[in-house]
């Protein structure tokens, strides 16, 4: 008599691939963390009507970097707007590691996240900017519009603070075989390479997810709606 049990053990995932950076002088890698955080932004009537201009944009980047992003564009026109916000609420609402929010990925639904929110807004302000948008400040399109306009070095640290959340978001919406994989490996290639400590926490993270606990939360994960960030209107400005 055979019995069918279920699996003792299963295979853990493995890392993905490393990728080299490209090398970018800083008008491109601003220009890079821009159309990322563009697209990146909930794909409303507003996203698709600067497609056009977002991809005049792209092409003026290093191959490495242009052709995911001229891929994800082309896919985002091809399925159409309804078909795109569907497959983007279903992608970023409802999956826990292809959260947009980065503090998520090391504090999870735990009480330390509402310290990293006060970290990335004390963040914005050393820098002379203030945090001025709907969403929370650890959101990935705002994070990056903030390199892309400030081109300061404080950007530059919050994104190496929060690079293993970056790389499991990768991960993860590869493992899914996602459109939006193409703009976040734009994102990796335009930053340092990892070194081997942050390599191990993304390989803890992309096998266990962000940490679960509930008790004591003070700022619960949003759900997003969409913000309509714009190249004009953006989510930081700087200060007078």
Not at 130 to 142: G, I, M, Q, T, V
Request: hydrophobic share 40%; proline share 7%; charged share 25%.
């Amino acid at each position: 008599m055979s019995t069918v049990l279920p699996p003792r053990v299963t295979p853990k995932r493995k890392l993905p691939d490393v990728l080299a950076p490209v090398a970018l002088n800083a008008r491109q890698r601003s220009t890079t963390h821009m159309l990322a955080s563009l697209l990146l932004d909930y794909p409303d009537a507003e996203w698709f009507a600067r497609l056009e201009i977002l991809e005049a944009n792209a092409v003026t980047l290093p191959a490495a970097i242009s052709e995911p992003l001229l891929r994800f564009i082309t896919r985002a026109r091809e399925a159409g707007s309804s078909q795109w916000q569907k497959t983007y609420v279903t992608t970023f609402d409802l999956k826990r590691k292809c959260s947009l929010y980065l503090s998520y990925y090391a504090t999870g639904d735990t009480r330390r996240r509402g310290t990293a929110l006060v970290t990335f807004m004390d963040a914005y302000r050393a820098a002379g900017w203030e945090f001025d948008a709907p969403e929370l400040p650890d959101y990935l399109p705002a994070v990056l519009e903030f390199s892309a306009r400030s081109q300061s070095d404080v950007a530059d640290a919050v994104l190496a603070a929060h690079r293993e959340g970056v790389e499991v978001l990768r991960a993860a919406l590869e493992g899914m075989d996602s459109p939006w994989s193409d703009v976040v490996r734009a994102i990796t290639l335009s930053l340092p390479k990892v070194d081997q400590r942050t390599r191990d926490r993304v390989l803890a993270l992309v096998n266990e997810g962000p940490p679960t606990e509930t008790v004591g939360l003070s700022l619960p994960m949003p759900t997003f709606r969409g913000t309509g960030f714009a190249a004009e209107a953006i989510g930081v400005r700087e200060q007078s």
